[in-house]
């Protein structure tokens, strides 16, 4: 979703562009420049509030500005700057450990309409944001704001230019925060109508774009805002956001010139895509992890097993890492993903760093002679696979002659529509295939598939995260009870009340100490203790030990940790990218 000490270290690219394709079936204007992309299908949301996916904070990153923003240096590396505020100052810490942040606007900060941008819009949005009845997915990532949890979050407009926020402890990572679309503002009478963020003549936005039109599951048009207070510097006049999930009509779109960056490409292509594009073809870093989840409350038990309560939880948790063993990491990387992944051993992603400068992934799990949960080593999979047969075999029939199980519960793997995503459901399904297991395939197009996972209609379902801010937090606070990124459903329906995890924290100077305790008793009282505390070495031993318990559910079976592959034309000038996913067009420009 970084500050310069921690940053991943991110190429520019720098390329010339012709500018080509339609705009609701009309030519763009013949004095403006136009750039033709495809990041995916249709965007659950253009809400900033209620927004969880990459595709749609490029999109809102473009239409909307916050306090601050990600910028590009000459040298091509990112950095946090002021964009809606004069400047980013250092927080007063006031008696009580609080820390109190003031910020001036911007003289000549307008909405597309016309309208000021006012501290009181901040201040509302942030408010809305966070409340239970919007129920926003992020809404948790006011918890570092003094007042979560009650009316009023104590952020507040002392004027129409000056926007003062209490946070409840001193945070790291809180400029990164400003630059998070959850972060930016909106106005209280646009939002009002509730269908506003889906119909371009009722969204009002403050960013570098406007909404010009919205061709549902086909186009996305954005304009220049002639409104927005640095108009001046926005090189690209409209961006045309095609909306595909179709990898083959991306690359069909991209070698015809009608599409001048696509996000996906199809697997079986990768690497004559490479070969015949060289310079087109890209793999950047990225801060993410894929991974398979499990819901928590599918029962994956045999018929007619006698374990109930603690016993068949503990049992579930532990059929579900034995899964997590047999999958083949390295072929998943090499014969599938073909672009630079690393098989991953933890959920916390490589690239976030610990206070001594060491990696959060290296220091992850047992140290029992590998990093992370699991040994990801290409010669450690057979014992892996011995070793989960003997687990599955405590609960499940297995037929020595044909090395099948014969009663294990059919399943269901929920994908979203992707050539990709599709072909590691097929490894997936083959290897348990391979022990006697079933599970079958399901896809659905991109909104549909965020919405079923996250009401947890499903029982097992391919997933990916990308980090919000360079702290390993943000991996690991999306999973308390009502974390609305919680799609697993920890703490929810009947996982509510089975008090099977521990807690003790004596050894790190609190109090905490629970036995046989629920998710909301252990987990999320872990994740509130790591918000609060500011020893950063405590801190971070704070969140190993949430990662423990996280991965001790065996809910999540982490693949691999992710690159960002695209392609992009040579012709393209001014392009960057983040860490976070987020693509950025405003200042392309038009080469010879």
């Not at 306090?67 to 400047?87: M, N, R, Y």
């Not at 989840?293 to 374990?307: F, Y």
Request: charged share 20%; proline share 4%; glycine share 8%.
């Amino acid at each position: 979703m970084k500050k310069l000490i921690v940053l991943l270290v991110v190429l520019a690219m720098v390329f010339a562009l012709a500018a080509c394709g339609e705009q609701g079936g009309e030519e763009p204007s013949a004095e403006g420049t136009s750039i033709a992309v495809c990041l995916a299908s249709e965007p659950d949301t253009l809400d900033p509030a209620l927004n969880s996916a990459v595709d749609g904070a490029t999109l809102i990153s473009h239409l909307f500005s916050g306090l601050a923003k990600w910028a590009q240096t000459d040298s091509g590396a990112l950095e946090l700057v002021p964009d809606c505020a004069v400047e980013l100052p250092e927080g007063v810490e006031n008696p009580d450990g609080t820390v109190t942040y003031t910020y001036t606007l911007r003289d000549g900060l307008k909405w597309s309409d016309g309208e000021d941008v006012t501290a009181a819009d901040f201040a509302f949005a942030w408010q809305r944001a966070a409340s239970e009845e919007l129920g926003a997915d992020y809404g948790y990532m006011f918890e570092v704001v003094d007042g979560y949890g009650t009316p009023e979050l104590n952020v507040k407009a002392i004027d129409d230019k000056t926007l003062e926020v209490t946070l409840a402890n001193a945070v790291s990572y809180w400029n990164e925060l400003l630059a998070f679309p959850t972060y930016f503002p909106v106005r209280e009478d646009v939002v009002a109508d509730e269908g506003w963020a889906t119909d371009p003549s009722t969204y009002v936005s403050n960013g570098p774009y406007t909404m010009a039109g919205w061709d549902h599951n086909s186009l996305i048009t954005l304009e220049k805002n002639p409104n927005y207070v640095d108009a001046d510097s926005i090189t690209m006049d409209s961006i045309l956001f095609y909306l595909s999930d179709d990898a083959n009509n991306m690359v069909a779109n991209f070698k015809n010139g009608e599409w001048q960056l696509i996000d996906d490409v199809p697997t079986n292509e990768m690497a004559a895509l490479k070969a015949e594009y060289p310079d087109e073809y890209k793999v950047e870093g990225q801060l993410g992890t894929y991974y398979v989840c499990w819901n928590v409350n599918e029962n994956i038990l045999p018929a007619g097993s006698a374990l109930t309560g603690a016993e068949a939880e503990n049992a579930r948790a532990e059929i579900r890492n034995a899964i997590s063993l047999l999958f083949d990491r390295n072929y998943i990387v090499e014969e599938i993903g073909q672009a630079g992944q690393v098989p991953a051993s933890s959920f916390v992603a490589m690239g976030m760093t610990e206070p001594d400068g060491s990696q959060f992934y290296e220091n992850a799990g047992s140290n029992d002679g590998f990093n992370g949960y699991y040994n990801v080593a290409a010669d450690a999979l057979e014992s892996n696979f011995a070793q989960a047969i003997e687990i599955l075999k405590k609960y499940y029939t297995y037929d020595e002659a044909t090395g099948m199980f014969t009663d294990f519960p059919t399943m269901t793997y929920l994908y979203n529509t992707s050539e990709g995503h599709k072909a590691i459901g097929e490894y997936l399904q083959s290897v348990l295939a391979g022990v006697g297991i079933t599970m079958n395939l399901e896809n659905q197009e991109w909104a549909t598939f965020l919405n079923t996972r996250k009401e947890g209609d499903y029982s097992i379902a391919r997933n990916g995260w990308l980090a919000d801010y360079n702290d390993p937090i943000c991996f690991l606070d999306m999973w308390t009870t009502n974390s609305g990124n919680n799609d697993v459903q920890f703490g929810r329906d009947a996982h509510k009340d089975a008090a099977v995890y521990s807690l003790d924290l004596t050894d790190l100077g609190f109090d905490t100490k629970v036995e046989n305790g629920t998710w909301a008793d252990t987990y999320d009282v872990l994740i509130s203790t790591i918000k609060s505390c500011s020893d950063a070495e405590i801190r971070y031993e704070l969140m190993h030990r949430a990662e423990d318990l996280l991965m001790s559910t065996g809910c999540i079976c982490p693949l691999y940790y992710y690159t960002d592959t695209y392609m992009i034309s040579k012709d393209v000038n001014g392009f960057f990218a983040n860490p976070l996913g987020y693509k950025y067009f405003m200042y392309c420009t038009i080469g010879e």
